[in-house]
């Protein structure tokens, strides 16, 4: 009877079993999608025990991923049984991470040394951007606006094995080369060049301190670890040879996607047996979606160039995918930049074999062949594209297709997002590969909202994580004492903490708190007794336990187990504990302000606390990006929004410039974003056992309009003979029956009858200004907290910092109005200065705004005002004398400045003043940037579309309504008061003001606070 090897054996082909009897020496495996790459592996490394005296602890296989170890390690195990345990299978960080471990001495690392976590690195480079003198990666509005392209930057030279003083060498020749040919270039390119000139620079200070503060910190991050064992290896030659006696055959996986100290490593390992070293390494370079750009064909060149007599075997058949499934992903690879004949040292017949491998389709070994596996489908919206992948996917599941055995694939993950909540809506199970971040958990958010009013409990404010926290649902306060208390609390200008603690009798003698009773007044005095409780216990008490007290103490696990999806919660707050435990491992010394520091910057980074998934693990059509899905398979593939500008035509995602030279085989440089998208699509059409269905739509929501847009044109790079092209239509009735399906609106608060004769109450009172209006346009619940229950809201540097700058200009233009002079500097900066002290900013911020304004004054100073007219300055409307009411609507605003245009004819213009980046006429009018816009904006008249747009139409409504004010407003301006960063010039933006558009605005206005009166919004999704 057949050993399960020697069956294994029997099932190869010629190409896999010369892979597997070509034992000795280097070799190199093309091994494409299906191929059976990982089968050819570990039969090999069988057969090498078999025909060899080698030890099973001699051989040495190298992954990329943690699962490609296991699942070559389980396979072993059928052919060789517990021996299969012997065979060092793992990644190149676990190696690495061993040869520290067992040879301390040979690294500049204490024992039991730790690497950085995440938010450690995160932390290290927020400080240096803070403290080092850097111009061209630091802003002042965004002081880490380039700290994670800097940590990608580093990290790539690290894993392309450039050290600190090789990169300063790079970017010396950079500039050496620079200066050589900066006569020739043109302005633009010349200041292009310059400015990448400048930031290269400063990623060598960056880099060159980073290493230093490691030291220092005797601490090391993830990439060094590689790069710690490849400098030891060349400094020790004792440690070196420990290794290079111990394994006799290396064997790499994925050769596409390791990086230059990776193969270092591997060549240093392999470099006593010189050119003859038994060295195997197996991958694709079309699949190569892992390496920077630029990097595909690095690996393939450089193994080459070292080991010149290497066997390269190119494994021709596929075992996956239909032959014309292999056909298109051939066809559409062929458009990457191809191998040249001038790479130098590789003989004819090593060339022949890399382009059979290159630019031959695989032979599908299917039975049973599709003459087109691949079908385009065009719908005309995105609404239609989720019809069109419902019905297809119901259609197979009704047919018996297991459901695990189809798959959607895109681009990013956001792009499913909307897809994900139509499958469920139509009872379509999914399975989504993507890590859980609890720390995006609602539930978890809850518990941050009252950890950070603990905090400010103790430090004696209250903002508005305190007053969101009396809604949260484990307290069970009563919601109308709640929004009583916060109005009174917003009208008095107190805190919620305050009115509660100035006692009963005093509260009880406002308007909107009269009818509030005893009991009432004792929960909520309750509630503050247990924060400050908390509060006080906290600096006192390990923090791990003081934590865990407060989630048994507050009633929120009590309440947690009553929510039908207490599973999952529970698995969310357990994760969180084991994060908090991880943070005080080891005696280090945690307090609340600090692990609510470390939160923040993880949230502001988007570093993840990923949950145990085990539990929740569902199964069911698998979502994933195609980098996810890399080294999977399913018989159904749907790959989605396959449209230009997502599959190709992106621009480039690397914002930072790095020299030349980091790539030995820079072939292509610089590499198109569309090779690497051409090859991430590769993957993504080899992932079908069956049938690839690609899909688009013809037109986009972009802004506030539908936008048409093309197909990807890897489309049009899969050959007609091998698709089949379908423009796929619905019927009205059909798209009204989905839609109704998907479209749910729930309430956006569960309000009963008293809470809403409250709230009748004062929107029948209220009046509306430009900002309330753009605020319940974008978003009616925001306008509730913000206008209607007036919860405090936090402190904004750049508000406090437009608040003093409006006051300063206003000086400016007052003695210019009253005394035809302009102020002296200094006085005006003095202004400046003394207002922005009372905003209350942290002194850092006050003391980086300061310096800001006063420039920012010196220089508006040098401007020409004299031809300015100034009708009237900071004037406001709809308070006092001046009456603005449209039919029963009481509208109020204040406008900056307004100036005569023609005195003679009464006709003026009105400005309003912006601090921070300059807008186009287009952002203003709502025509381009509107990203940010909400549905109901988007379905706006274009005259009214944009909020700038509608600003200065409403303050030409409030000067028409006014009866004291006589001029007619023809224009409105912004003036930009900070210069534009790309030109360094002043920017005023000027735009007629039409009647027709003013009774646009009216209308609007109407519809809007009829809307808020009938309290309709409080169910609307809008």
């Known amino acids: 009877m057949a050993s399960p090897f020697q069956e294994a054996y029997q099932k190869l082909n010629p190409l896999q079993k010369k892979v597997v009897d070509t034992i000795d020496g280097p070799m190199m495996v093309i091994a494409g999608p299906g191929t059976g790459k990982t089968q050819v592996l570990t039969v090999r490394i069988a057969n090498i025990l078999k025909q060899t005296d080698t030890s099973p602890g001699s051989i040495l296989a190298l992954t990329f991923t943690e699962s490609g170890a296991h699942t070559m390690r389980q396979r072993l195990i059928q052919y060789l049984g517990t021996d299969a345990y012997k065979v060092r299978i793992e990644t190149f960080h676990a190696f690495c991470d061993d040869v520290i471990r067992n040879f301390p001495e040979y690294f500049p690392l204490p024992l039991h040394s730790q690497p950085l976590s995440d938010i450690e690195k995160f932390q290290a480079f927020e400080q240096l951007l803070q403290t080092l003198p850097l111009t061209s990666l630091k802003t002042i509005n965004s002081p880490f606006h380039y700290l994670k392209p800097v940590m990608k930057a580093i990290s790539d030279l690290k894993r392309e094995g450039i050290s600190v003083a090789r990169y300063q060498q790079l970017v010396k020749e950079e500039e050496e080369l620079f200066q050589s040919e900066k006569n020739e270039l043109k302005k633009t390119a010349l200041t292009k060049r310059e400015k990448e000139l400048a930031k290269m620079k400063e990623i060598g200070v960056l880099f060159q301190q980073y290493q230093e503060l ?111 499934v292999y056909d298109a992903a051939a066809a559409v690879i062929q458009h990457n930049p191809p191998l040249e004949k001038e790479v ?61 055995e189809v798959a959607v694939l895109y681009r990013n993950n956001a792009d499913s997002v909307d897809l994900q909540d139509v499958f469920a809506k139509h009872g379509i199970s999914v399975a989504v590969e993507l890590k859980r971040d609890i720390l995006q958990a609602e539930v978890i958010q809850h518990l941050f909202l009252l950890l950070r009013s603990i905090l400010q409990i103790r430090s004696g404010v209250d903002g508005p994580e305190l007053a969101s926290l009396l809604f949260a649902p484990w307290w069970q306060l009563e919601k109308l004492t709640v929004m009583k208390v916060l109005r009174a609390a917003g009208k008095t200008n107190n805190t919620v903490y305050e009115r509660i603690a100035q006692g009963y009798v005093e509260l009880i003698k406002l308007q909107e708190t009269k009818d509030l009773t005893p009991l009432d007044f004792q929960t909520l005095e309750d509630f503050f007794e247990r924060l400050r409780t908390w509060a006080m216990d906290e600096p006192n008490t390990p923090f791990g336990y003081w934590f865990e007290g407060v989630l048994e103490t507050s009633g929120f696990i009590e309440w947690l187990t009553r929510q039908p999806n207490r599973v999952e919660l529970l698995e969310y707050v357990n994760a969180l504990l084991r994060f908090v435990r991880q943070l005080t491992a080891g005696g280090s010394r945690l307090d609340l302000n600090g692990f609510l520091h470390i939160v923040a910057t993880m949230q502001e980074h988007q570093l993840a606390v990923p949950v145990d998934t085990t539990v929740l693990q569902t199964t069911g059509v698998t979502f994933s990006t195609t980098h996810k899905a890399k080294g999977r398979e399913w018989e159904y593939v749907f790959i989605m929004q396959c449209v230009d500008g997502k599959w190709g035509g992106s621009k480039a995602s690397r914002s930072l410039p790095l020299p030349a030279g980091v790539l030995e085989f820079d072939l292509h440089a610089p590499e198109s974003t569309a090779d690497d998208d051409r090859r991430l699509f590769y993957v993504a059409l080899t992932r079908a056992k069956k049938k690839v269905t690609i899909s688009y739509p013809e037109t986009v929501m972009s802004g506030q309009h539908t ?233 706006l008249p274009e005259a009214i579309r944009g909020p700038l747009k509608r600003q200065l139409l409403f303050y030409k409504l409030l000067c028409q309504l006014d009866a004291s004010f006589m001029g007619d407003v023809q224009s409105g301006v912004f003036e930009f008061i900070d210069p534009d960063t790309s030109t360094g010039k002043y920017v005023t933006r000027e735009l007629p003001l039409l009647d027709d558009d003013v009774e646009l605005l009216k209308e609007l206005i109407l519809e809007v606070m009829n809307e808020i009166r009938s309290l309709s919004f409080l169910t609307s999704n809008s």
């Open 707 to 939: 936008k048409q847009v093309l197909e990807s044109i890897f489309i049009h790079e899969i050959p007609d003979s091998e698709k089949k092209v379908v423009h796929q239509e619905f019927s009205e009735s059909e798209t009204t029956q989905f839609l109704e399906k998907i479209v749910t609106p729930k309430p956006l608060v569960d309000w009963n009858e008293k809470e809403r004769a409250w709230l009748q109450q004062l929107v029948q009172e209220m009046s509306l200004s430009v900002s309330a209006l753009n605020t319940y346009l974008r978003s009616p619940q925001e306008f509730l907290a913000r206008y209607l229950l007036k919860m405090p809201q936090r402190l904004d540097a750049r508000l406090a910092y437009g608040t003093a700058m409006h006051a300063a200009l206003e000086k400016i233009y007052r003695e210019w109005l009253e005394q035809h002079k302009l102020p002296i500097e200094g006085e005006v900066q003095a202004y400046f200065s003394q207002i922005l002290e009372k905003q209350g900013l942290p002194s850092t911020e006050f003391e980086l705004r300061k310096a800001k304004g006063f420039q920012t004054l010196h220089d508006y100073l040098q401007r020409p005002i004299e031809q300015s007219q100034p009708v009237f300055l900071e004037k406001f409307f709809g308070y006092g004398s001046s009456t603005t009411i449209l039919e029963d609507v009481r509208l109020t605003g204040r406008i900056d400045r307004a100036d005569w245009l023609d005195q003679n004819l009464k006709t003026v213009r009105v400005f309003d003043y912006k601090t921070g980046r300059s807008k186009t006429l287009n952002e203003i009018d709502g025509k381009v940037g509107t990203s940010e816009y909400s549905e109901r904006e988007l379905q």
């Open 344 to 404: 130098g040292q590789l003989s004819s017949q090593v060339l022949e074999s890399l382009n059979e491998g290159l630019n031959k389709p695989l032979l599908s070994q299917q039975n049973a062949q599709a003459k087109k596996a691949v079908e385009v489908v065009a719908l005309a919206t995105e609404q239609h594209e989720q019809m069109f992948l419902v019905q297809q996917v119901q259609h197979l599941l009704k047919t018996g297709v297991d459901a695990q």
């Open 214 to 324: 490691l030291t220092q910190q005797k601490r090391y991050d993830y990439d060094d670890m590689i790069c710690f064992v490849v400098e030891a290896f060349q400094q020790s030659a004792e440690l070196l040879a420990e290794y290079q006696e111990k394994f006799l055959y290396i064997l790499v996986d994925e050769y596409q996607d390791t990086n230059a100290a990776q193969n270092k490593v591997v060549d240093l390992l392999a470099s006593y047996w010189g050119e003859a070293a038994n060295v195997c390494v197996v991958g694709d370079p079309h699949q190569s979606i892992y390496r920077f750009q630029g990097a595909s064909l690095e690996n393939t060149l450089g193994f080459l160039h070292r080991y010149p007599n290497a066997t390269v075997i190119t494994l021709r058949n596929g075992y996956r995918s239909p032959q014309s």
